[in-house]
């Protein structure tokens, strides 16, 4: 967990399989100093990039050959996609 730059929060609901994520990021934003970054858009590009990082570890396995490892990070990434619906 961790935060890059002065820019978007990089934060653990970004688990790359298909757990939903129960972490609450109302601790991160109070003493984040940048609260524009917790707009209405922040639940959509924190969910861009729990789909990125889905579709990253999904090649990897996949170019391994390691359907264990690649199947559950597939199911998370499809339950992603429903969710990215949602914003519609």
């Known amino acids: 967990m961790g935060i890059l730059g002065r820019g978007t929060p990089r934060c653990a609901p970004l688990t790359p399989d298909h757990r939903p994520s129960s972490v609450d990021l109302a601790w991160l934003q109070c003493d984040y100093g940048n609260?524009?970054?917790f707009n209405g858009a922040f639940p959509m590009r924190l969910l861009?990039?729990?789909?990125?990082?889905?579709?990253?570890y999904l090649a990897h396995y996949i170019r391994l050959g390691n359907s264990?490892?690649?199947e559950p990070i597939a199911a998370g990434l499809h339950e992603s996609l429903r969710e990215w619906?949602?914003?519609r």
Not at 48 to 56: I, R, S, Y
């Open 85 to 87: 619906e949602t914003y």
């Open 48 to 56: 861009v990039a729990k789909v990125g990082l889905q579709m990253g």
């Open 35 to 37: 609260q524009e970054l």
């Open 68 to 70: 264990e490892e690649a």
